[in-house]
């Protein structure tokens, strides 16, 4: 069972830019389409970039644009590099393969915007 932790969250002013990262141990990685989520209070989770294995991405609307992501399957790693971020950005973001069967979710990382 692969294992995913991520870091790379904090406390930005809106405008500003994170970069999170995702580390996968534990079995394959690099054949996966590989997603960032994220969960805000009182609300569902959504996903809001998505990657192929060859590296193709596809963006939610709310964060095309402002959002890029990418991999590193030799280093089992995934990225969200966050700009331009806004209030409503705010949320706990996890990363995890797009399947109808998910690994087991690590324990996220808080980004919150806010002056």
């Known amino acids: 069972q692969v294992q995913l932790v991520e870091s790379g969250g904090g406390l930005v002013q809106p405008g500003g830019s994170l970069r999170l990262s995702c580390a996968a141990s534990g079995g394959i990685f690099g054949i996966y389409v590989m997603g960032w989520y994220r969960q805000a209070p009182g609300k569902q989770r959504e996903l809001v970039a998505a990657i192929t294995s060859a590296g193709n991405t596809n963006y939610a609307d709310s964060v095309k644009g402002r959002f890029t992501i990418s991999r590193d399957n030799a280093k089992n790693a995934l990225y969200l590099q966050m700009n331009s971020l806004k209030p409503e950005d705010t949320a706990v973001y996890y990363c995890?393969?797009?399947?109808?069967?998910?690994w087991g979710w690590g324990q996220g990382t808080q980004v919150t915007v806010s002056s």
């Open positions: 995890n393969k797009i399947s109808t069967a998910p």
